[in-house]
């Protein structure tokens, strides 16, 4: 089997909330970049990326480029077609555009792999379990005003979610106003609701300890990134202050710096972003090794992904329900009572949605 033909194509999305079902913003969009790998056997295999910015137009260049080089490989190398890549990029990589890149081809590869051996990606990289808990994100922002708080967080405890996430570091807060903001959110889902808090990176080392002792009683599911990705010693400081399990990760490209937080004692609980890790390739690589330092594995964002991720590896801990995605799928699978069930199909059992180029294609 050869790959035959790569199809890349750009949409835009609108940005909404539909977790508490907040209508979409006006003019606000989220972009992706799509990837269909045809083979000369008649599969096709999908894949996506993305990220936010003024460099977006990169990232097409490279899957481009990418397309190109891989044209007459075999898909089920998947291997040798990263290492291809890999090698081709090395002088600007191995992160950012040449990370997400990658991750989008190895994705699609991935799904080719499932649909040949006519299972889902879930069972093909072992099948655990066929669903996973799955909890809210992005519906508790920092942005959401003190007085919606209650009323969005018990809206999600409504639908069924067990699991729930809410951000911290709100810009002009003081921290007591800030520990108030957790504190409504706690009274409102009761003590049963798993709740995690999210700082993304904003926090010091001394005020991630400051301020997370103040919320140790509340009880929390975990702390995400309190501080700044890379500052490994400073996040084992904060792991090793707090009984609040520290939880990081997504900012983090490829393997070795999950190395890094995890030799480095960083993190209780590891999270993987599927694009920035580089693909299902190495994300499958990252959890193992996660789970030889006996840590569960959270993911980050693409649920419908992801659930396959999280279904097929033993410390699976929870998929991040954010849903920026669904809208690109025909039938994306989503959360009933905290749960997401691993999608029946070949591969990643997935479509991309049938109006979704005429729709929301950019030229
Ligand atoms: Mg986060």
Redesign the pocket.
């Known amino acids: 089997m050869k790959i035959q033909q790569v199809k890349i194509n750009f949409v835009r999305l609108p940005l909404e909330e539909p977790l508490v079902g907040a209508p979409p913003m006006p003019g606000m969009l989220r972009e992706f970049f799509t990837v269909q790998i045809l083979t000369d056997d008649g599969i096709e295999g999908i894949g996506i990326t993305t990220f936010g910015g003024k460099l977006i137009r990169t990232l097409k260049t490279a899957l481009d480029e990418f397309g190109e080089l891989i044209k007459g490989e075999d898909p089920l190398r998947t291997e040798q077609v990263v290492a291809k890549l890999r090698a081709a990029s090395a002088p600007c990589g191995p992160g950012g555009v040449a990370a997400l890149a990658t991750a989008a081809i190895d994705i699609a590869l991935w799904d080719i792999r499932g649909k040949v051996f006519g299972v889902p990606l879930a069972r093909l990289l072992g099948g655990l379990r066929d669903r996973v808990p799955a909890y809210a994100s992005g519906a508790l922002t920092r942005t959401t005003p003190t007085d919606k708080l209650e009323r969005a967080a018990a809206a999600l405890v409504e639908k069924g979610y067990r699991q729930i996430k809410a951000q911290m570091a709100v810009g002009g807060l003081n921290a007591a106003q800030e520990v108030e903001r957790i504190r409504l959110i706690r009274d409102a889902v009761g003590p049963e609701t798993n709740l995690l808090v999210?700082i993304?990176q904003r926090w010091g080392v001394h005020e991630a300890i400051s301020i997370g002792r103040r919320i140790e009683e509340l009880g929390l599911g975990w702390l995400?990134?309190p501080t700044t990705c890379d500052d490994y010693q400073g996040l084992a400081k904060i792991a090793d202050a707090l009984a609040t399990p520290i939880c990081a990760g997504?900012y983090l490209y490829g393997i070795e710096p999950h190395r890094q937080t995890l030799t480095h004692h960083s993190v209780d609980i590891a999270?993987i972003d599927l694009l920035r890790v580089g693909g299902v390739t190495q994300w499958m690589k990252v959890a193992g090794m996660i789970e030889a330092f006996n840590r569960p594995v959270a993911s980050?964002l693409l649920p419908e992904i992801h659930v396959h991720l999280t279904a097929a590896v033993p410390n699976g801990l929870v998929v991040?329900y954010m849903p920026w995605t669904w809208r690109l799928f025909e039938n994306p699978p989503v959360p009933e009572k905290g749960e997401i069930a691993v999608p029946t199909g070949a591969g990643l059992g997935l479509k991309f949605a049938s109006d979704l180029f005429d729709k929301y294609g950019v030229g």
Do not use: K, T
Request: glycine share 0%.
């Open positions: 999210d993304n995400e990134d997504e999270m980050h991040e």
